[in-house]
């Protein structure tokens, strides 16, 4: 009887302290957010599948994009990276 009811209060205080569902979709429906996403995500995939036509598309003529690649064993660089 002790662990029923020991059972039953632990699983009414599991029940009663579950959070409240979140907002839905419609909640972040704001298009220069969703547009800022798109490109955020366009760019991360571009460059985690190293398709570089695709991220060379999302660079602005005006903007500065550096990418670093460390290879083990290499000397280290001393110049400065040269924007494209």
Do not use: H, Q, W
């Not at 907002?23 to 190293?50: Q, W």
Request: proline share 10%; hydrophobic share 45%; charged share 20%.
């Amino acid at each position: 009887m002790i662990r029923t009811a020991a059972f039953a209060a632990l699983l009414l205080g599991a029940c009663a302290s579950a959070p409240a569902p979140g907002p839905g979709p419609e909640a972040n429906a704001d298009p220069e957010r969703e547009a800022i996403l798109a490109t955020v995500d366009a760019f991360l995939l571009s460059v985690g599948n190293g398709d570089k036509a695709a991220r060379e598309a999302l660079e602005m003529r005006d903007g500065f994009t550096y990418f670093s690649t460390v290879v083990v064993g290499a000397p280290a660089s001393s110049s400065a990276p040269t924007p494209r």
